[in-house]
């Protein structure tokens, strides 16, 4: 944690050059800065973002525990092999760590991901994957075991006591791997594949940033900072197509490095100044890229045409440098700049003294931005397979954001909420994931233009489908919901609604209950309701094209052996007619295509 002095105890640091440009400023705090930074660090430890040394040591035994059985597993393959007994004795494998964790700004929940580095006779396909994992699959002290190898960064996720690990496998083109092994020096990427070259580049990445920060410190502070700002308004999710944990400490380091005498309190206002100003797609780099005689392909816009379609670019600064940003859409990199610009206007009051480090974390009340929702619900018969199958289905949420961008031409514009949501009373594992609709802004539609997304939400459920691993009662559900017909469970405890959205939901679960077959919970049903201002009115132009939902949507649940299964007629047609968000004569129409029996 930062103490309120001055850059490493001393009088502003000498001007050098940080990073591809001369900094902005090399100005150090003034007393108002130590006072705001003070506050802040208050505001970070009383909001419980630091872990107990307890928590701490608990996390180093755990790696020492982790470190030891993978040395013992290279030593048994290694005698298995026929090595003579010299090297069995010599044979080891080391545990190194990267992003939140190695950066040294991981909370009390935080997982920590780890890579072993392992000799050239040990591979990842069925040493790793198999011997290992059966290992750790005997052990009492290791949980919720679950290897992904097809992941494009292959990964062992299980909890050992409790903490959750993330486990990468590297296999070096070295015979006996040394204990002080340098993973910045480029050697270790002599002869070995792609995923392996992935899995190095976390602790690779991890450890430049370090280097490349004017003051340690003052960069963990600022990005814990920062990062829990993200979580607050709903930007930090990779997978969604926002900004994970290494893309946040690119951006901050860069900060770092434009401001190298500054204190936390004075990086995170200068972090939303710096990124509302940012042209992109011009890229965030903290050093120039490097090209090698190894021939892996880095981030070159000129040469790659891929690369020029990148809409944020965050570069990462070891060999071979890579966009760690390419997930982000227009539609994201739209919230996100939102955000700065929130986050900006919040810091001059703060600096002003006219706001306090509370006001720049108060939650993105996503629920109130929007007047016209998607609502996608995940159903399977069980937990375990909610959780594969979620996971599957996040994974390509992303896919249906840009769909939906590419068939309205960019002018529907989709902004996705990494939050999921979770109804208790479905009769079967659930969770749901919502995101906010909008027209362009700036951009007059015709005359009754309509939004038809049925064909994209159709395209979006037929490759959901192709999930390898389905299994019955895993199911998904698109539909169109306004803001007034949101479901209850999507509102927590501490969040009030207004009395006519109560008023509304009640009459939403009152004709879902009288509706034959409607799913409990569902709003797809359009709502009788008087006059709103504040809202543009559902019903469709004629009576004979209002909208409906087929009463052949059965719902039966049969537990069999404990087992709560869920099945659904095939042949549903579900469509909804909703007006646009700006425009009174712009319509949404939404086709949920046929469900699975």
């Not at 190894?294 to 071979?320: A, E």
């Not at 919230?335 to 929130?342: A, D, G, L, N, P």
Request: with cysteine; net charge neutral; hydrophobic share 35%.
């Amino acid at each position: 944690m930062v103490g309120s002095e001055s850059p490493n105890g001393s009088s502003p640091q000498p001007a050098r050059k940080y990073g591809i440009t001369k900094p902005i400023s090399l100005a150090g705090p003034t007393e108002a800065d130590l006072h705001r930074n003070m506050e802040l660090e208050k505001f970070l430890i009383d909001s419980g973002l630091y872990e107990s040394e307890e928590e701490a040591s608990r996390r180093k035994e755990v790696l020492n525990r982790i470190d030891e059985i993978v040395k013992g597993w290279v030593k048994q393959l290694t005698h298995l092999r026929g090595y003579t007994d010299q090297m069995v004795e010599d044979a080891t494998a080391v545990i190194l760590t990267f992003g939140s964790y190695r950066l040294g700004v991981h909370g009390p929940a935080s997982d920590i991901d780890a890579l072993c580095v392992g000799p050239s006779y040990v591979n990842r396909d069925e040493d790793f994957f198999m011997v290992l994992h059966d290992t750790l699959a005997e052990m009492e002290e290791v949980t919720e075991l679950q290897p992904v190898p097809d992941a494009h960064v292959p990964v062992m996720k299980f909890k050992f006591l409790g903490i959750s690990i993330d486990l990468l496998y590297a296999s070096i083109s070295l015979l006996v791997v040394p204990e002080d092994l340098d993973i910045s020096h480029g050697s270790v990427l002599y002869n070995v594949d792609e995923p392996t070259v992935r899995s190095l580049n976390g602790c690779r990445v991890a450890d430049q940033i370090l280097k490349l920060v004017p003051n340690v410190e003052h960069f963990r502070m600022t990005l814990r900072c920062l990062k829990f700002w993200a979580k607050i308004r709903g930007v930090y999710s990779n997978v969604t197509g926002f900004l994970g944990g290494v893309n946040w400490a690119l951006l901050v380091a860069r900060v770092c490095q434009l401001y190298p005498n500054a204190i936390p309190s004075m990086l995170v206002s200068r972090f939303f100044r710096v990124y509302t100003q940012w042209r992109w797609p011009n890229p965030v780099m903290l050093c120039p890229i490097e090209e090698n005689e190894l021939g892996f392909p880095v981030w070159h816009p000129r040469r790659n045409p891929k690369d020029r379609r990148h809409h944020m670019p965050i570069i990462t600064p070891s060999y071979p440098c890579m966009n760690s940003s390419y997930n982000v859409s227009a539609s994201t990199l739209r919230v996100m700049v939102e955000q700065f610009h929130h986050g900006h206007s919040i810091c001059e009051e703060i600096e002003l003294n006219k706001g306090q480090w509370s006001a720049l974390f108060e939650p993105y009340l996503f629920f109130e931005a929007y007047k016209n929702y998607l609502q996608v619900d995940i159903i399977a018969a069980d937990s375990d397979n909610l959780l594969a199958w979620k996971g599957w289905v996040e994974s390509r949420l992303r896919q249906l954001t840009l769909k939906i961008e590419r068939d309205t031409n960019g002018m529907l514009q989709c902004h996705p909420f990494p939050n999921e949501y979770v109804d208790t009373s479905k009769p079967c594992s659930h969770c749901a994931f919502f995101m906010g609709l909008q027209r362009k802004e700036g951009v007059r539609g015709q005359e009754g233009q309509q939004f038809d997304i049925r064909g994209t939400v159709d395209e979006f459920r037929q490759e959901i489908n192709m999930y390898m691993f389905w299994k019955p009662g895993m199911d998904i559900f698109v539909s169109h919901v306004r803001r007034k017909q949101l479901p209850a469970f999507v509102f927590p405890d501490g969040y009030k609604r207004s009395r006519l959205s109560r008023h509304v939901s009640r009459q939403a679960e009152k004709t879902c209950e009288d509706a034959v077959g409607c799913w409990p919970g569902s709003t797809e049903r359009p709502l009788k309701r008087k006059s709103d201002p504040g809202m543009v009115d559902v019903r469709p132009d004629k009576p004979d094209k209002r909208v409906s939902i087929s009463t052949e949507l059965l719902e039966s649940v049969s537990r069999s052996g404990g087992l709560s299964q869920v099945s659904f007629s095939e042949g549903v047609r579900l469509e909804c007619v909703a007006t646009g968000d700006v425009d009174s004569k712009s319509k949404i129409r939404l086709f949920d295509g046929q469900l699975r029996s």
